[in-house]
T-cell receptor, first 112, second 116 residues
Framework: DTEVTQTPKHLVMGMTNKKSLKCEQH?????MYWYKQKAKKPPELMFV???????INESVPSRFSPECPNSSLLNLHLHALQPEDSALYLC???????????FGPGTRLLVL | AQKITQTQPGMFVQEKEAVTLDCTYD???????LFWYKQPSSGEMIFLIY??????QNATEGRYSLNFQKARKSANLVISASQLGDSAMYFC?????????????FGRGTSLIVHP
């Protein structure tokens, strides 16, 4: 099973709202990732968790707050977002000898 | 630093024909992995194929094959017998190592359209 799940699929929020994106994998992978992707562009890395610890933060604004409650779950807490934060947010996990990344279906976020 | 270059912003192919999507890479790391992903309009990034830097054989997965030319630092994806469902964005990526985490570097992508 190479499934990564993400909820919700779509999210519309105002600039004063607080919301969370959720990601789950049951492949026993040690690393989990958050990406932001604009249309027709490659995904941009935001955060990497390795063994449940934040290992990489690609200078992401503090209005994005990641959390890794356990080895299977990854959350992204959103607060006071800007319209330019509207994008597809992808979660991924990787493991095994090849460290292949498997992606979830993504959350399409619209900030009004 | 790692770099992936995809020089074809868009490609068109007739259904049932083969198509090659280009990818060149640059790294100073002797051990690396190369990946291809497909992203349909639905948004999900789908893993297609992997090639390790020490693999002697070119990788194949069904209709997908990877033409790996290490000396030229190229890792082109070949899709045989194209189908309408192959229309999507295709990203080439390379695995790098940073502080114990493997961080893929993505190319800019190639948009493939398959015509009936």
């Amino acid at each position: 099973d190479t499934e990564v799940t993400q909820t919700p699929k779509h999210l519309v929020m105002g600039m004063t709202n607080k919301k969370s994106l959720k990601c789950e994998q049951h492949m026993g992978h040690r690393a989990m990732y958050w990406y932001k992707q604009k249309a027709k562009k490659p995904p941009e890395l935001m955060f990497v968790y390795s063994y449940e610890k934040l290992s990489i933060n690609e200078s992401v604004p503090s209005r994005f707050s990641p959390e890794c409650p356990n080895s299977s779950l990854l959350n992204l807490h959103l607060h006071a977002l800007q319209p330019e934060d509207s994008a597809l947010y992808l979660c991924a996990s990787s493991g095994g000898a090849k460290e292949t990344q498997y992606f979830g279906p993504g959350t399409r976020l619209l900030v009004l | 630093a790692q770099k992936i270059t995809q020089t074809q912003p868009g490609m068109f192919v007739q259904e049932k024909e083969a198509v090659t999507l280009d990818c060149t890479y640059d790294t100073s790391d002797p051990s690396y992995g190369l990946f291809w992903y497909k992203q349909p309009s639905s948004g999900e990034m789908i893993f297609l194929i992997y090639q390790g830097s020490y693999d002697q054989q070119n990788a194949t997965e069904g209709r997908y094959s990877l033409n790996f030319q290490k000396a030229r630092k190229s890792a082109n994806l070949v899709i045989s017998a194209s189908q309408l469902g192959d229309s999507a964005m295709y990203f080439c990526a390379m695995r790098a190592s940073s502080g114990g985490s493997y961080i893929p570097t993505f190319g800019r992508g190639t948009s493939l359209i398959v015509h009936p």
